[in-house]
């Protein structure tokens, strides 16, 4: 038998790749504002949806200085996808600098927010439930932006959304192992204010702490006051801060580092945290191992 030329190969490749749905030129171009976003994306988007997020792995949407190609990327995309409750505080001027023309979809919407002080807290899919939200309204803005496969995106959807039923399962049946009167940490910044109210874990940031300001010695003595009169068993780290502050105040309160949280960022692909339900997941790990006992 004669085997094909190699024209005949190319050809029918050609062919292949000229049918194929996922084109990377027919995919529907998505920005997001930073990493957690983007891997919602990803999961009602599948192979129909390019996502690029303006900050990425580890990176600090809180204090993100915007770079000129950022004007660049929102204003090739389709659709911009955005956390709001004023977390994004860069992105009114990167808006009018890119001239974007992108619809934009507010994944919170729907959600009541809880305050820091007397701001929106912006950390809202700290909670399953919450991220139940974004999810939804992320499909029914990629099924307006592209209707053609609107019943992908609605089925991809729904597949998602039933994982995250069963994370959030997974999430009450950890805590569920913690005793009561050690449901209580502090970790670096107040980033998890939605998993407390969701799940009954009790977050106290230290007092003058945020990712956007250096913390004085006073503040340290305050912290370190604080930690001991409430008892507080486990101090956390945070991927996107600076973990020196934990360390010293678990030296001198005996409170022990329970790990580092996921809060405002995924890791890389090489990373423990890679995907949002990675994320989670993690984060329980570290909080049982920490508490538990």
Do not use: C
């Amino acid at each position: 038998m004669r085997r094909p030329k190699a024209w005949l190969i190319l050809l029918a490749l050609v062919v292949s790749a000229t049918l194929s749905p996922a084109r990377a030129q027919d995919r529907l171009n998505v920005v997001t504002s930073f990493s957690i976003l983007g891997d919602f994306v990803r999961n009602v988007g599948g192979e129909r949806v390019s996502v690029t997020s303006l900050v990425g792995p580890d990176g600090d949407v809180h204090v993100y200085t915007p770079a000129p190609a950022d004007a660049k990327t929102i204003a090739d995309a389709k659709l911009l996808v955005i956390n709001g409750f004023g977390l994004e505080g860069w992105l009114p001027r990167l808006l009018q600098a890119s001239g974007s023309k992108a619809s934009i979809v507010t994944a919170t919407q729907g959600i009541a927010p809880l305050k820091l002080g007397s701001d929106a807290d912006p950390h809202a899919w700290q909670s399953v439930a919450n991220a139940k939200i974004y999810v939804a309204n992320i499909r029914d803005a990629l099924m307006a932006a592209d209707p053609a496969d609107a019943g992908a995106f609605k089925a991809n959807a729904e597949n998602y959304l039933t994982k995250l039923d069963g994370l959030d399962r997974e999430v009450r049946q950890a805590i569920a192992q913690i005793p009561p009167g050690r449901r209580k940490v502090i970790s670096t910044h107040d980033a998890f204010g939605y998993f407390a109210a969701g799940y009954g874990i009790e977050f106290i940031a230290p007092l003058g702490v945020s990712t956007e300001s250096e913390v004085s010695a006073r503040d340290i003595a305050k912290i370190i006051t604080q930690v001991k009169k409430s008892g507080i068993p486990a101090v956390f780290l945070e991927n996107i801060s600076d973990d020196r502050l934990m360390r010293r105040i678990s030296a001198e309160t005996g409170a022990k580092v329970g790990g580092t949280l996921y809060s405002d960022a995924l890791t890389d692909e090489k990373g423990v945290a890679p995907t949002y339900i990675d994320m989670v997941r993690h984060n329980i790990k570290a909080l049982t191992s920490a508490l538990a006992n």
